[in-house]
């Protein structure tokens, strides 16, 4: 299980998205997540980029599902599946060929996610500090995990600070859902 | 304990054929490091207390506050049963020649009583474990503060024999939905998840990757248990193996708001039952959950509870929990064999 195809994965390798692309994909991701903060919501927006196709597009979805793992990137792998799906396209060799575009570096559950999936690159705004798994907190995208999918590249930095902006307007509100903090240890 | 011979069969079903260990953190499993120090004989036993204040003084213990400044000497019968330790090495002037005169030159220690220094190892850290006290004890005495629970949970007798049966019960219905999504065709995981305090079974799952590759045994037991709140978002229906059980339906009647703020909240409180350890998505998925306490059977080549990371213990996340490994481990590790693999020893276990 998980052994790449030596043809594809040649193409695989070398599938980075070019700066213009990085430029228009990662402005609709800003936007996305904009429209989240103004309606109260994690600021975070997300897109799955398919052959200049967004097929997958996702924000936040926990506290309506009471799921705490339905991140962006999760809701925004499903709509991918359903694309494949109503396209009659495998969703592995599509996921091969797709480039996930995020306002802040996916969470560890997130990366190892993008790993079993074989999301070769990942576009990301700024550090997660608190949850991050390309790096911040533990690097889950290079780690050495042969049963866990591939390992996927990281192109970080763009429009950082005005992601944490977001972040910290976001967490100045509290979240009303969650229970009353015991003390926390910090 | 009964002899092996003597055992009935059938008896890996007794709670006896297993022992749940704790799976601790890096730095309640890491061995003793140590560092150099200066310590010498004290010749006059009366002046030790004096040595100790003069030396508290002139070189406190910095960073090593668990060390203990004397100890008994190792050999009986040696002319200076105590020893006291003078500084570390890294305190300490440099000299060519170790001596009392060049580490204590000035009046504030007076060598009266003290014998010829000498280089020691002494624990770095405070001991966090028995294990790791016991360890450090041999170089040098250090002060431990003792976490009784955790000691016990080593020895692996944490759990009393009524909790073991009970934990029993809850992983045995993880290996039936193992088994079941082995039926299927899917990889032979299993999970539960249970409230504690009521003993009950919230969810029960199991992995369905065919349906959708991230479908492993933990997200199918989180979103179920999503569902048993009134949320999730997916359906289990084809897959009788996976259910969730609603805690008594009393959300329909008009509740004070007391009572309100005690409707669980995610998997808060709740523990999994898993036949194997959790990837790493699995693991922070828990992490995300606020989950209370982790079981599992057997080891998997990249969890992250315990075998690659240890999530649970990870220092930054705003969550920890305690894992516990081991819970009918021969079951557990039975599944991972297709039926053409089963070796002669499992059988004979049957």
Known sequence: MGTEEESKDASAASFCPSDEEIQKWMGTAFDMAKDALESGEVPVGCLMVYNDEVVGKGRNEVNETKNATRHAELVSLDQLMDW??????????????????????????????????????????????????????????????????????CVSGHRAEEAVEMLKTFYKQENPNAPKPKTRKE | MEPQSKRRKGSVYDTD???????????????????????????????????????NGRYPLNGVQHIKRVRACKEKGTPHPLEILVCLKSDAPDMKVVSLDSLLPSDEVRHDGLGQPFVVKIP???????????????HWPTSFHEDKQVTVALRGEL????????????????????????????????????????EKIVAVGHDCR?????????????DLVAQSQGGGCYTFDSHPGCQFISPR????????????????????????????????????ALVHS??????????????????KFKVHSQKDLNHHFEVYKGILGKQCEALNMSSGHITTECLEER
Not at chain 2, 30 to 40: G, H, K, M, N, T
Not at chain 2, 210 to 222: E, K, Q
Not at chain 2, 255 to 265: H, R
Not at chain 2, 291 to 302: M, P
Request: with cysteine.
């Open chain 2, 159 to 198: 759990f009393s024999p009524p909790q073991k049966a009970t934990m029993h019960m809850y992983m045995m219905s993880a290996v039936t939905a193992a088994k079941a999504a082995k039926d299927e065709g899917m990889e032979a995981v299993g999970a539960v998840v249970v409230n504690p305090v009521t």
């Open chain 2, 17 to 55: 054929s297993w022992i749940a260990y704790p799976v601790l953190s890096d730095e309640q499993s890491q061995d003793v490091e140590l560092i150099e120090a200066f310590a010498a004989p004290i010749l006059n036993k009366k002046e030790t207390s004096r040595l100790v204040r003069e030396l």
């Open chain 2, 124 to 138: 770095a850290r405070s001991p966090l474990t028995r294990p790791q006290f016991e360890l450090a004890s041999k």
């Open chain 2, 290 to 307: 606020r989950i209370g306490r982790v079981f599992y059977g057997i080891t998997s080549a990249d969890g992250a509870l315990g075998t």
């Open chain 2, 210 to 222: 065919r349906d959708h590759p991230l479908h492993h045994a933990v997200m199918v037991c989180i």
């Open chain 1, 84 to 153: 494949c799906h109503r396209s009659n396209l495998d969703v592995r060799s599509v996921c091969k060929q797709t480039a996930l575009y995020v306002t802040v570096e996916p969470c560890i559950m997130c990366a190892a996610a993008l790993r079993l999936l074989n999301i070769p690159v990942v576009v990301y705004g700024c550090r997660n500090e608190r949850f991050g798994g390309c790096g911040s907190v533990l690097d889950v995208s290079s780690a050495n995990l042969p049963q866990t999918g591939t390992t996927f590249k």
């Open chain 2, 249 to 284: 339906s009393s959300t329909d009647q008009n509740e004070p708001d007391a009572m309100k703020s005690s409707q669980p909240y995610i998997c808060t409180g709740y523990d999994l039952y898993v036949t194997r350890e959790p990837c790493v998505m699995c693991a922070m």
